[in-house]
Nanobody, 125 residues
Framework: QVDLVESGGGSVQTGESLILSCEAS????????IGWFRQAPGKERDGVAS???????RFADSVKTRCSIYKDSAKNTFYLHLGVLRHEDTAMYIC???????????????????WGQGTQVTVSS
């Protein structure tokens, strides 16, 4: 069982940046992926970024020039840094974990087994 707890969301203004945290418990040394997804009201859940056990990352086209994902292995915590925030970045941001990782599917919700509760990000001008 993997438990995921997100934090760091809030209300920000356009152009600002935000760092979201995902604390994971229950991950083992087996291959895994951690993904960040977002979902706005009435819209589908979209992949934002992913990172695997070896540090390989993927980003959605909509954020790849202003986003980074990284991990602190000692704390079992994964971070999503999103910069130059836009109104369309407003969504619930949700962390997910998968015990096995297909790099090319790592931005797809169906690739993941475990989900956090999410943290809300609201961007206003």
């Amino acid at each position: 069982q993997v438990d995921l707890v997100e934090s760091g969301g809030g209300s920000v203004q356009t152009g600002e940046s935000l760092i979201l945290s995902c604390e994971a418990s229950g991950l083992t040394d087996s291959t895994y992926c951690i993904g960040w997804f977002r979902q706005a009201p009435g819209k589908e859940r979209d992949g934002v970024a992913s990172i695997d056990k070896y540090g390989r990352t993927r980003f959605a086209d909509s954020v790849k020039t202003r986003c980074s994902i990284y991990k602190d292995s000692a704390k079992n915590t994964f971070y999503l840094h999103l910069g130059v925030l836009r109104h369309e970045d407003t969504a619930m941001y949700i962390c997910a974990a998968a015990h096995s990782c297909d790099y090319w599917a790592s931005l797809t919700p169906t690739a993941y087994n475990y989900w956090g509760q999410g943290t809300q990000v609201t961007v206003s001008s």
